[in-house]
């Protein structure tokens, strides 16, 4: 029962950090990179549709991108949704490929982009400490019903603090690194 109180708890944390992932992958810093492009959706037919399911995005060097749609009618719509995000990209259109290059980011961008990075991990941390009370309730409901004694809860509660202070310290050694991907130059 502990046991798979804990593996819940471990696997609950893991999906906190994979999201965190996601969302740095998001941030950008000054290389290209395709998934910066995952949160613009473009109207086809009628419905919005990711990017990424309407063209084939690519990196041309480390600061452009090049945006290939899979039919050439989308090409003005893609451009207008690259344009209306919130990214600062300026599409370049040559026949039906569209060209992103990076722009370099500036001191006062860096620090924006750390803070938003820092309030994901933030997130992710809070999201962590939510699993920890769920699965120490969880545990604290088994000696409630009288299904293991205080001894087992007291371990139990210790291990689930080792893993979650684990999965902290993952959320913070991923902040370190995106930061220095940000402040790289």
Known sequence: MIEDIKKEAGVRM???????????????????????????????????????????????DARTLSVSPWEKQLTPDI??????????????????LIRLPMPALTEETRKNYIKQAKSESENAKISIRNVRRDALADVKELL????????????????????????????????AVKEKDLMEI
């Open 14 to 60: 893991q999906k906190s950090i994979d999201a965190l992932g996601s969302n740095f992958n998001k941030i950008r810093t000054g290389r290209a990179h395709p998934s910066i492009l995952d949160s613009i959706t473009v109207d086809y037919y009628g419905s919005d549709t990711p990017l990424s399911q309407v063209a084939n995005i690519s990196v041309l």
């Open 79 to 96: 451009e207008k949704a690259i344009m209306k995000s919130d990214l600062g990209l300026n599409p370049a259109t040559q026949g039906d």
């Open 144 to 175: 409630k019903e009288k299904e293991i004694g205080e001894d087992d809860e007291r371990r139990a509660q210790d291990e689930i603090q080792k893993i979650t202070d684990k999965y902290v310290a993952d959320v913070d050694a991923a902040f």
